[in-house]
Structures are given as structure tokens and as C-alpha cells.
């Protein structure tokens, strides 16, 4: 068994009831590109009392976490990850806090979310519902689609910050920015969420969803394992996926990462991907652009070693 610096034994005041901890844990099957090593230490909280006592300790001991939701935009590296991934793939819970406003938890998956709000005849949330993550990876990184981001949406959300304080920001307050928020920029972590929607027809709302996931499904290479988007849009009506396409290099690989040949903005894994193959392309994506045409594409993928 590989050795790690963790002293998991500052986890036995956590309530085994409400947490799941496991040692040496394959991180392949936590996340949507089906890579990875092994993590020192997986833990699923269940609660958000749960999550917010494990922040605590591992914020007095310092000790290096990161925290997961679906993995759709996460690279893990081969090999061991002397890390503590912290799941919240059991914090889902979403709820109708009044007639036009949802809570969720930040490990609620954004499909559910999307389904849960039409079925409340509430519109606003369409364009999520094909995007495969959780709205607190969601809010991290202002996730968007079909002219649509989490910026327009979220009312408030609930955070931990690095000195373990919860508050609750507004909207201008998680500074939502092209891919980026406070909560990324300042740290922080997600217990939860509102999102301020509208009330609207759920048979309108239904087929402008399935639309979306129709639409998905005849562009993407949905069929196949990958991190959505490799890159983030380098600027206004510049699209990284034609970049890539003018350049030649869909369809190139490296081992098995593969420049999809369905669509270009994506990497995708071809079976026995490893992360040094995704690495190794994303370089040579990034150097084949900027070479051609002055451009520096920037990973919208999150790699954790």
C-alpha cells in the first residue's frame, strides 16, 4: 500500500454516520474522463454540517484537499495524489424556497436541478441541463451553454472561506466573470445555493431542454470519455474548436488522447488514456495555435496532482 503524509487519525472526531472515508481510492471512476491514480484519501460527506467540520480540520492542520463534484472538467494525474479529495457527490438536495427561487445543495446535479425546475413550471435553467456537473463545480467556474451562465441565475450562495467563516454572498458578490467567480478567485467553498428563475410553461420548458440535449448530442462526442471543452474561448467570436479544426488537428492523438473528431474543442479519451497523454496534447494544441495564428488557448480543465 503506497504511503501517505495524511494522519488520517485527525478524522476519528467526524461523525462516521454522516461521512465516508476511504484510503488509496482509484480516481478514474470519479470523473467524466475516466483518468486518473490513486488519491491518499476519498471522503463523502454527507452532510453539510459533515463537509463544514472536515474543512475545519483540514484547515488547522493545513493539509491539501480538493474538493469534487462530477469531475467533468477534472484531469487527475497518474500515478499517486498525496491529496484529500473531497467528494460532494451525496450533498444534493434541492428544494423550492419560494415560488420562483430553488435551493440546492452545491453537489446537486445540474440535469436534476434543470428537471426539478420545470417540473415547478420555472424557466431560466434550460441551458444547464446538459451540462454534466454540480452546481457548486458549476458556480466555480460560471458554467454556461446556449447563451446562458450560471452568473444570470444565481441569486445567493452559501460559502466557506479559508479561515473557515460561512457567509452568504450575493450575486454581485461571487463576481461572476467569462469562467471565473470570487469563489474560485477568493478561495472559496460552496454549501449551497439559490437561483432566481421565472414561472413559465413546463411543456415549453421541457422541449427547449430536450432541444438542448438533442442538440448536444448530434454535436458532441457525448459517446466518449472527455472534460467537455479543453480550452477556454480565447476571445469575442473567436472559438477555440475552429482554431484547433483550422490547424489540421482533428482527430490528432497522443497515445490515446485524441483531438475529438466529432468536435474539436474536445479531448478525448480513444480507451487507455493516460494524463501525461492529455498533457502532452494540450501543450502541443497550445503550440500549433499560437504558432499559427498568435493565439494563447488556455485549459478550461482542472488538473490535479
Do not use: W
Request: proline share 3%; net charge negative.
Amino acid at each position: 500500500m503506497i504511503q501517505t503524509n495524511i494522519d488520517v487519525k485527525k478524522f476519528k472526531s467526524l461523525d462516521p454516520r454522516q461521512i465516508n472515508i476511504r484510503l488509496n481510492e482509484p480516481m478514474a471512476g470519479h470523473c467524466t474522463f475516466k483518468i486518473g491514480g490513486t488519491a491518499a484519501v476519498f471522503v463523502e460527506p454527507a452532510t453539510k454540517q459533515a463537509l463544514f467540520d472536515l474543512l475545519t480540520i483540514c484547515r488547522a492542520d493545513n493539509l491539501p484537499i480538493f474538493i469534487l463534484g462530477r469531475g467533468s472538467n477534472t484531469l487527475f494525474a497518474d500515478g499517486f495524489i498525496d491529496r484529500i479529495i473531497i467528494s460532494t457527490n451525496l450533498l444534493d438536495n434541492i428544494s423550492a424556497a419560494n415560488a420562483t427561487t430553488l435551493l440546492a445543495d452545491a453537489g446537486a446535479k445540474l440535469r436534476d436541478i434543470a428537471f426539478f425546475a420545470m417540473q415547478q413550471g420555472l424557466t431560466g435553467f434550460e441551458f444547464a441541463c446538459g451540462i454534466p456537473g454540480t452546481l457548486g463545480g458549476a458556480l466555480y467556474m460560471n458554467a454556461g451553454a446556449h447563451g446562458g451562465e450560471m452568473g444570470h441565475i444565481v441569486q445567493s450562495a452559501t460559502v466557506v472561506d479559508r479561515d473557515g467563516a460561512v457567509s452568504t454572498l450575493t450575486n454581485a458578490e461571487l463576481g461572476f466573470a467569462y469562467r471565473r467567480s470570487f469563489v474560485m478567485d477568493g478561495g472559496l467553498f460552496v454549501l449551497d445555493a439559490t437561483v432566481k428563475l421565472s414561472t413559465g410553461d413546463k411543456d415549453e420548458i421541457n422541449a427547449k431542454m430536450q432541444g438542448h440535449l438533442q442538440l448536444r448530442n448530434d454535436k458532441q462526442p457525448i459517446n466518449m470519455p472527455s472534460a467537455g471543452s479543453a480550452f477556454k474561448r480565447p476571445g469575442d467570436n473567436i472559438f477555440a474548436a475552429k482554431l484547433i479544426d483550422d490547424c489540421g488537428l482533428k482527430g490528432y492523438a497522443v497515445g490515446g488522447a485524441q483531438v475529438s473528431e466529432k468536435h474539436s474543442g474536445f479531448i478525448v479519451n480513444t480507451g487507455d488514456a493516460t494524463a501525461e497523454d492529455v498533457l502532452t496534447l494540450i501543450k502541443y494544441i497550445q503550440d500549433v495555435v499560437r504558432q499559427k495564428d498568435g493565439i494563447t488557448l488556455h485549459p478550461e480543465i482542472i488538473y490535479v496532482d
